[in-house]
């Protein structure tokens, strides 16, 4: 059974940093793309950053390029999400989300498992 959980979200000032952390269980790992999404209160679900199964591809949108880096530690089953220069309209839940196909790039399309989400609130 896979379980995707994410950790790290929180309350923080604009302007100032989190990382986010995520780990999903009963999948191989590093075999699979990862990717983290978000969700603000009455808007719908984007796509923030994907990153392959080696690492070695990434997407992010434009949004949050130049501010946000995601990476992965595949020894320790881990996905990162680093965020810096934070602003309000980057508050919302954010979710982990893994492909469920091996060795697949499909930047970002087909997640298959999520998590439950991390709320991050960004106050201005």
């Known amino acids: 059974q896979v379980q995707v959980m994410e950790s790290g979200g929180g309350l923080v000032q604009a302007g100032g940093s989190l990382t986010l952390s995520c780990t999903a269980s009963?999948?191989?790992?590093?075999?699979?793309?990862m990717g983290w999404f978000r969700q603000a209160q009455g808007k719908e679900r984007e796509v923030v950053s994907c990153i392959g199964h080696r690492g070695m591809v990434t997407y992010y949108a434009d949004s949050v390029k130049g501010r946000f880096t995601i990476s992965r530690d595949n020894a320790k089953n881990m996905l990162y999400l680093q965020m810096s220069s934070l602003k309000p309209e980057d508050t919302a839940m954010y979710y982990c989300?893994?492909?469920?196909?091996?060795?697949?790039?499909?930047?970002?399309?087909?997640?298959?498992?999520w998590g439950k989400g991390t709320l991050v609130t960004i106050s201005s």
């Open positions: 989300a893994a492909d469920g196909n091996l060795y697949v790039w499909d930047t970002c399309a087909g997640m298959d498992y």
């Open positions: 009963g999948l191989t790992s590093g075999a699979v793309s």
